[in-house]
């Protein structure tokens, strides 16, 4: 049976998961952790919430799936341990790097590889498998025609329920390039959730072109189950117990072949973008794009009666639902939201009745998006232990307990004598009263025998202590016992180990290295341009035409070339990448699975930026797996780059914000024109290119709406020149600093360190 794994933000989260029936629960702790907004867990008090959920048997993995930076290593890896050593069953990570630097120096650890690393073919499972990774939590873009396969090489978990970021796998910049909030460091501003136009034959009309619906796989998990799928994923660790319960009670129920229908409404009713999404399993589904709404919508229980207009707008709702006070709602008309009421009291012949602002129609449907009754029904619920007893008291001796659980049986023995009553002797009846009671701990308490031989003599206090060591004991034994991991060097923290080795490409130069990716190096500005690598990114990976034409211009000018490899790769995909390499003498890969696929071909691997070298321990792995360079992420600053020699930095040009798993027409390719290049334009006016490539599919990618001119230190430096004018790449080839290169732009952003888009 695969494991129903839910997420807790907060105490009461947690109890919920754990009551309402999950196998295993995640959480953040308050440093590393990829959701920062929640109220998360602290190292001091993560032993108690482990030892819980381990007598209920049930397991707790720790999230420190954030970037790590070079000042942060050591309380990384500190954190690691502590977390494991308060009992954590696995640690789930985002950097594939320190993964396997943790696994060197503490085999013991579980890991399971973030699905913000993207695996999502097999050659990403290979990688994770290779460097110490027990799980991959693959992409939520992965097709289930290709799980079976990952599936085979290392144990996978999938998410089943919850909200979808819009960018590839979560590897998102566009927080962190949008107002200096970095989601791939736990602080995510959702971008995505705003509205914008899109110019599809004309500007179309402000919506949420990149909001996407909630994922609810339902019994799709079945399917999943014969893919090889190992972990049914709940994603929610910023959404209420409430949500959480319900979520994990409807999966359980959909396993355990129960009732579901009851189960599903009160899911819809603790969190729902108004549409349910089946994601990417079969390719993209139509109902994918919430472009109407943003929010939780709720269930509809009802629809609007009539209308009472006077100092307050009174709705009569025709409903069979019947409300608690305190109950909130939304109105909606044709999926968009008009506004919301709560509700104070007062039904009619029809319903119930409620304060609605004055937009209001009959015929509005009423949405309840607060459910009183079902917050409390969740925090009511109990998983208990069940636990047999069997007590021994005879005259003259010590008494004895034998407790019965269904991991184990534990004997104990108490440390007074019975004496012989001198007047009331201890009554079966007294015993099971007072084994009775549990302690606050989860035990379902039943009785095999009691048994009382002669007449013994205990005085009750110290019976009691005996009842309240016998079940301290149990619940530790059920909690399980681990041996404390002891400090041990993880990663040599110091600026000379991360800039030191790498071969002849990254030792000791300092000559100004050059490389730029484009779509198309066939213009005049190349005849003459200072470059050393050309990196080409095919508008189409099957016009072999194009390739092999790029391949004549780069061999007459003596360039490196690298085939880009997106990080969204699937494997459809390879067909045609296989079919390219040979015009190439490597792989520009923006995945980790680039590493191990270049392995299998035996070609040079460009680490591009997609891969986040965040730090020295990273740069080192990536040289020790083969990398040929390292372009380190775009999410660091200059004085953060300036310490790492050796590797690339992203000094300039169009930041790729976003790699988009889905079409954002809705796959409506009859009506598409198939441009190369489109506008998302914001509210605020910004407009972000949306450039289009073809594989086995149409793909998306978004990038910034304004240019980087960025501060860069050491000799290598790489631009990314697809969205520019000619004009743009000519001044960043040929300007002598930084200063000359944004007066020739005048419209720029200089980065994360400038926390700003523009």
């Known amino acids: ?66 970037l790590i930076k070079q000042g942060e290593l ?35 650890m579980v890991l ?41 090489v290392i144990e996978t978990e999938v998410f089943v329920q919850g909200a979808l970021c819009t960018c590839f796998s979560g590897q998102c910049e566009f927080s962190a390039y949008a107002g200096g909030n970095s989601g791939n460091r736990g602080r995510c501003k959702q971008p995505c959730r705003k509205k914008y136009r899109l110019d599809r034959r004309g500007f179309e009309e402000y919506s ?54 009851g189960a599903f409404s009160d899911l819809k009713r603790a969190f729902n973008r108004g549409n349910y999404t089946k994601g990417y399993l079969y390719g993209q589904d139509r109902d994918l794009i919430s472009s109407d709404v943003q929010g939780h919508v709720g269930e509809c229980v009802g629809r609007i009666a009539r209308i009472r207009r006077g100092k307050t707008v009174l709705a009569s709702v025709r ?13 909606l008309r044709d999926g968009r939201e008009i506004g919301g009421a709560q509700y104070s009291g007062g039904a009619d012949a029809v319903g119930f009745t409620l304060s609605v602002p004055p937009a209001c ?68 009846e007294e015993i099971k009263e007072c084994f009775s009671k549990t302690d606050l701990y989860p035990f379902e308490i039943s009785f095999d025998e009691i048994a009382v031989h002669g007449r013994p003599f205990a005085v009750r206090s ?25 400090q041990r060097e993880v990663f040599a923290n110091t600026d000379a180990d991360a800039g030191s080795s790498g071969g002849a490409e990254n030792a000791g130069e300092v000559s100004v290295r050059t490389a730029v990716i484009d779509s198309d190096f066939s213009s005049e500005l190349y005849r003459t341009a200072k470059i050393d690598c050309a990196v080409f990114a095919p508008k189409d990976y099957k016009d072999i035409g194009k390739i092999r034409v790029f391949s004549e211009i780069a061999d007459k000018n003596g360039w490196k070339k690298y085939l880009y490899l997106p990080a969204y790769t699937l494997a459809d995909d390879f067909a045609a990448i296989g079919a390219c390499l040979p015009f190439f003498d490597g792989v520009y890969g923006e995945g980790v699975f680039a590493l191990e696929y270049c392995r299998e071909k035996g070609v040079p691997c460009f680490a591009g930026t ?59 390719c009859a009506s598409c024109d198939r441009r190369a290049r489109y506008t998302l334009t914001d509210e605020k006016g910004r407009a972000f290119p949306l450039v289009r490539y073809e594989n086995s599919v149409c793909r998306f990618q978004v990038f910034n709406c304004a240019p980087l001119a960025a501060e860069y230190a050491g000799g290598r430096r790489l631009f990314d020149f697809r969205t520019l004018t000619e004009k743009q790449k000519a001044a960043y080839l040929s300007a002598k600093d930084v200063k000359e290169l944004k007066a020739a732009l005048g419209t720029y952003t200089a980065g994360v360190s400038a926390t700003g888009v523009l």
């Not at 409903?319 to 109105?331: A, V, W």
Request: glycine fraction near 8%; aromatic fraction near 10%.
């Open 1 to 66: 049976m695969s494991e129903i794994l839910a997420p807790a933000g907060d105490r009461e989260a947690f109890f919920a998961a754990l009551h309402s029936g999950a196998d295993a629960v995640y959480l953040g702790l308050t440093d590393f952790s990829a959701r920062k907004a929640a109220s998360n867990f602290s190292l001091e008090n993560l032993n108690e919430y482990t030892a819980y959920a381990h007598m209920l048997g049930a397991k707790v993995y720790v999230a420190l799936n954030t």
């Open 610 to 668: 997609g891969m986040n070298a965040f730090n020295g321990a990273d740069l080192l792995s990536l040289r020790r797996e083969g990398a040929s360079a390292v372009c380190l992420s775009e999410e660091l600053s200059f004085s953060e780059t300036k310490n790492l020699a050796g590797a690339y930095v992203f000094a300039g040009g169009s930041v790729r914000l976003m790699d988009l798993g889905h079409c954002p027409f809705g796959r409506s």
């Open 319 to 331: 409903s069979d639902f019947h409300p608690e006070k305190g109950d909130g709602f939304k109105i």
């Open 208 to 261: 949420y072109k990149l909001s996407l619906s909630d994922l609810s796989m339902g019994k799709e998990v079945v399917a999943l189950q014969r893919a090889g799928v190992s972990s049914f994923k709940i994603e929610g660790r910023l959404r209420s117990a409430a949500y959480v319960g319900s979520a994990v009670d409807y999966y359980r129920r959909l396993l355990y072949g129960e009732e579901s229908e």
């Open 462 to 486: 110290m019976l009691n202590a005996f009842r309240r060591e016998a079940y301290a004991q149990t619940a530790r034994r059920l909690s399980g016992v681990r041996n404390p991991l002891a």
């Open 112 to 152: 399971h590889l973030s699905t913000q690393a993207g695996v999502c073919n097999v050659y990403g499972a290979r990688l994770a498998k290779r460097l110490g990774f027990d799980r991959a939590i693959l992409a939520r873009e992965t097709p289930l025609k290709d799980m079976a396969a990952i599936s085979s």
């Open 74 to 108: 050591s309380a990384f890896f500190e954190s690691a341990r502590a977390a494991w050593n308060a009992g954590a069953d696995a640690l789930i990570l985002q950097d594939v790097f320190l993964g396997g630097m943790l696994k060197r120096a503490y085999p013991e």
């Open 361 to 428: 129609r009959e015929g509005d449907e009423v949405c309840l998006t607060s459910d009183n009754s079902l917050a409390r029904r969740v925090a009511e619920r109990r998983r208990l232990v069940p636990v047999r007893v069997r007590v021994f008291a005879e005259e003259g001796e010590r008494p004895r307990a034998v407790v019965q659980t269904p991991r184990g049986k534990f004997e104990f023995t108490a440390d007074f004598v019975a004496e012989r009553a001198l007047s009331r002797a201890l009554t079966e």
